[in-house]
C-alpha cells in the first residue's frame, strides 16, 4: 500500500546503453536507480500505525445496536484491506435497523512531532450503506477530549465501495492528544454490510 499522498502508481525508466562493437557493454540498474531523486514523492514520518493484526487496538464499541466486530470479513468486503483482520460493523452480516453505532479508538498521545507539523490521519475504509437520506457513517476526530469534528461522511446514494485509502490531515498540530471514531446511524428497514476499517495511521509529511 502506497503512504505517499494517498496515491498508488507505478513509475518506469528508460536508458540506453551504447557500447563499441568490439567489446561488451553492462548496465547495473543498482546504480542507475541510486542516482535518481523521487522529488515527486514526500518522505512520511509514521508516528501511529494500527493493522489490527495482533489486536484490536484497544478501539471500543458503543451505543444502540452496535454490532462492530473485529476480526475477519465472512461478508463483504470478505477480506481485511490487509493481513487477515479488521473492524467492520458486522463481520457476517448487515448492521442494525435503528442503529447508532459506534468504533472509538483508545486516546493517541504522539511524541517527537515537531510543533506546528501538518499530521496526515490515514485509514483504509470498505463501505456497503443505503442513501445518506436514511442511512449515514461519518468518521470523526477530537483533540484534548475536544469536540467530535467530521473527517470524512457518507453523502449521496447507496453505496458498494470497496477498499480504499482515505485522508485527513492536521493543519498546525500543537502536541494535542488525538481520538478517532468511526460510527454509523440508520434508520428503521433496509440493511447492507456497513462500514470496514483497517491500517490506521498518523504521520508527519516532511
Given at each position: 500500500m502506497n503512504r505517499y499522498g494517498g496515491?498508488?502508481?507505478?513509475?518506469?525508466y528508460r536508458w540506453n546503453a551504447v557500447c563499441g562493437e568490439s567489446r561488451t557493454c553492462g548496465v547495473d540498474l543498482n546504480e542507475i536507480l541510486e542516482g535518481i531523486v523521487r522529488?515527486?514523492?514526500p518522505e512520511l514520518v509514521f508516528f501511529y500505525e494500527e493493522d489490527f493484526e495482533d489486536t484490536d487496538g484497544d478501539y471500543t464499541v458503543s451505543g444502540y445496536g452496535a454490532r462492530w466486530e473485529w476480526g475477519?470479513?465472512?461478508?463483504?468486503?470478505?477480506s481485511a484491506a490487509s493481513g487477515d483482520k479488521c473492524w467492520g460493523t458486522d463481520l457476517n452480516g448487515n448492521y442494525s435497523n435503528g442503529a447508532d453505532e459506534t468504533?472509538?479508538?483508545?486516546?493517541?498521545?504522539?511524541?517527537g512531532v515537531e510543533a506546528g507539523s501538518d499530521l496526515v490521519i490515514e485509514w483504509m475504509q470498505a463501505l456497503y450503506i443505503e442513501s445518506s437520506s436514511w442511512d449515514n457513517a461519518y468518521?470523526?476526530?477530537s483533540l484534548n477530549g475536544g469536540?467530535?469534528?467530521?473527517?470524512?461522511a457518507h453523502t449521496g446514494s447507496t453505496v458498494q465501495v470497496p477498499w480504499e485509502l482515505k485522508s485527513y490531515t492536521i493543519e498546525s498540530y500543537n502536541d494535542e492528544d488525538i481520538q478517532l471514531r468511526f460510527r454509523i446511524t440508520t434508520d428503521g428497514s433496509v440493511t447492507y454490510?456497513?462500514?470496514y476499517i483497517d491500517d490506521v495511521t498518523i504521520s508527519e509529511s516532511k
Open positions: 496515491i498508488d502508481g507505478a513509475f518506469y522529488d515527486d514523492e475477519t470479513p465472512t461478508v463483504w468486503p470478505e468504533l472509538t479508538s483508545p486516546v493517541i498521545q504522539l511524541t468518521v470523526e476526530l469536540s467530535w469534528m467530521q473527517m470524512w454490510s456497513g462500514l
